[in-house]
Every structure is written in structure tokens, then in C-alpha cells.
């Protein structure tokens, strides 16, 4: 099979596991030559990557100055609060939009660059169904911060549309990633056990089923890659029917 990913430079933030992993993998299976951090090391040791936390705008800066330029860039790093508009604290507030909003604006702000004087990139924000698309319970600032990124996504893909450059992002439902094995055993006891939990998630999905992260890897392969060379500005579901 042809590989679709061939000579592209690629940095993937939050390789360290779930969909951040699969991507960097996929990518790399697809011929690129794949930059995979994580805001822990020993994650990323086995892909190559080294540790980048994308809170830390000079580390963010001084990755794309000494790895860079880079044809894509996949914007996977985010968090998921579990609270309502009265449960949320002010630091949750403040820690949610550093780390789903800002960090993703400063990974594109020291890329694009590179990309324009270029004159080619493509650019993969990580946002979720549970944002503009869907509203989910106690997703408050998870939901409020995914939109963001959704309105980013448009807003820099509007700017830099006539430069070659193409922003998309990804609205995935619900992926089973060690992250969400997590959120299940948060859930446990409201929930009635952990397999009760679990169940509440899957129940989720018309599918009956959650995502793979490679599911998810294939979306972000396609828009990264030039297959994809007419779609821009785009906030794609990936839900197993969620929003049907
Ligand atoms: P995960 O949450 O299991 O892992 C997240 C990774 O991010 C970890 O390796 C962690 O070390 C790294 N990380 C955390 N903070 C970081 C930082 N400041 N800088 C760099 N790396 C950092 O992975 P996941 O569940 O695949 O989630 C990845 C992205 O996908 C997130 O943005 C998440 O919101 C989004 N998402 C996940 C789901 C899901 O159901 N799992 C659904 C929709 C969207």
C-alpha cells in the first residue's frame, strides 16, 4: 500500500498514550518522520519522542526551533474535568483553558511559521463531540473549553487558508483510552460499580461500542496527509453515533 504520510515532518503532542499514541504510530506507519512528545518522558522513550509539557510555552518554542519545521501538527494534549457550572472551581476554570485552549494556540502560533514561509501544513486540533456539537453531563468545562477549540480551529484555518496551510480539528465521542479508564473509576460508586460505569459510557454510543484510539488515528491520518488537500476549517465527528 502506498504510504500517504511520505517525507512529512509531523509533531504530535501528548504521544505518551491513547489517541496521541496511535496517531504517532499511525503516522509514523504511513512514512512520516514523526517529533512524539509528552509531558512525561518515559511515555514517548520507545517512539523516539522526548518530553514536551505544552503548558511550558518556551519548551513549545524551542522543540519547533530545534525539530522544526514541521508539515503537520497534531494538537492532542487536553483534560477532562468531570463538573457542572456549580461544581467547577476557579483553578479548574483557569487549568482547563491553559491546557485545551491556550497551549493548543501556542503549539499553532510556533509551527505556522515554519508552515507559511513554506507555503504548506496541516494542522489537527483535538476537540471532542462533547463541545459545540453536543452538550454532555458534567462536561461543563470540558464542553466549554472543546467548543474553544472549536472556534479556534475556524478562526486560524480562515487566516491562513491562502497560504497553503489547512486547520482541522476532531470530535471524537467516546474513545477507550487509559485516560477514560479513569473517568470510570471516578464514576464507580454514583454509578453502581465499575462495570456499571462502563456500561454508562458504552450505553452512550447508538453503536453500542467505544472507539479505538486507532479508530480516532485514522481520522487524523486522513486530515493530516494530502488526501485531504480540500477540506479545511472543519470540526468532523467521530461518535459511533452519539449526535445521531
Ligand atoms: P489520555 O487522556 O489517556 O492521555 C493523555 C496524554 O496527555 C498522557 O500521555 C499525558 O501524559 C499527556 N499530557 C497531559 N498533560 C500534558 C501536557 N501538559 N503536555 C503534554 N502532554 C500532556 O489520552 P486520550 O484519552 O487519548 O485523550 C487525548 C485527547 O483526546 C485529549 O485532548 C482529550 O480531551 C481528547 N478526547 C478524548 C476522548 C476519550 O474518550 N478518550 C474523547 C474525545 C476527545
Redesign the pocket.
Same mark, same amino acid.
Given at each position: 500500500m502506498t504510504q500517504r504520510m511520505n517525507g512529512l515532518r509531523c509533531l504530535v503532542?501528548?504521544a505518551?498514550?491513547?489517541?496521541?499514541r496511535a496517531t504517532a504510530q499511525m503516522f509514523a506507519r504511513e512514512g512520516a518522520t514523526v517529533v512524539a512528545?509528552?509531558?512525561?518522558a518515559a511515555?514517548v522513550a520507545d517512539l523516539g519522542g522526548f518530553g514536551?509539557?505544552?503548558?511550558d510555552d518556551a519548551a513549545v518554542a524551542r522543540v519547533v526551533a530545534d525539530h522544526g519545521p514541521f508539515d503537520v501538527l497534531f494538537n492532542?494534549? %487536553?483534560? !477532562?474535568h468531570q463538573n457542572t457550572a456549580l461544581t467547577a472551581t476557579d483553578a479548574e476554570w483557569d487549568f482547563a483553558f491553559a491546557?485545551?485552549v491556550r497551549?493548543m494556540w501556542k503549539c499553532m502560533a510556533a509551527v505556522l511559521p515554519g508552515m507559511i514561509e513554506r507555503g504548506r501544513g496541516s494542522i489537527v486540533n483535538?476537540a471532542?463531540a462533547a463541545s459545540s456539537v453536543k452538550g454532555a453531563p458534567n462536561r461543563f468545562l470540558y464542553g466549554t473549553t472543546k467548543a474553544a477549540v472549536v472556534g479556534m480551529t475556524k478562526a486560524v484555518a480562515a487566516d491562513v487558508v491562502a497560504r497553503g496551510i489547512r486547520v482541522n480539528c476532531l470530535c471524537? %465521542?467516546? !474513545?477507550d483510552?487509559?485516560?477514560?479508564g479513569e473517568r470510570i473509576a471516578a464514576n464507580a460508586t454514583a454509578s453502581g460499580g465499575l462495570e456499571a460505569a462502563r456500561a454508562a459510557f458504552v450505553a452512550r454510543q447508538a453503536m453500542g461500542r467505544l472507539a479505538t484510539?486507532e479508530e480516532i488515528a485514522a481520522l487524523a491520518t486522513y486530515l493530516a496527509a494530502d488526501e485531504s488537500a480540500f477540506v479545511t476549517g472543519q470540526a468532523i465527528v467521530i461518535d459511533g453515533g452519539w449526535t445521531l
Open positions: 503532542t501528548a505518551g498514550q491513547g489517541i496521541g512528545t509528552d509531558r512525561d511515555l514536551l509539557d505544552v503548558l492532542c494534549a %487536553g483534560f !477532562v491546557l485545551n497551549a483535538m471532542s471524537p %465521542g467516546t !474513545v483510552t487509559p485516560s477514560l484510539a
